[in-house]
């Protein structure tokens, strides 16, 4: 099974190469990297319950 995404700004800034983190219940559980569209895929063997995603803003060129 797989998760999809899609990370935009709203500056339209490249999120190219931006590492996420799948959280389940706070905790990391997998992680993947933007392409340069903003997707990301995670594989997961089943679907873990309460998700979010952290993404590392410290490696995103703000201007």
Excluded at 15 to 31: A, D, M, Q, T
Excluded at 49 to 56: G, Y
Aim: proline fraction near 6%; charge should be negative.
């Amino acid at each position: 099974m797989f998760i999809k995404v899609k990370i935009t700004m709203a500056s339209e800034n490249s999120f190219e190469l931006v590492p996420l983190e799948l959280l389940s219940r706070g905790i990391p559980i997998k992680v993947a990297v933007t392409d340069a569209n903003g997707n990301a895929v995670f594989f997961v063997d089943k679907l873990p319950p309460d998700l979010s995603i952290r993404v590392d803003h410290s490696v995103i060129a703000l201007s």
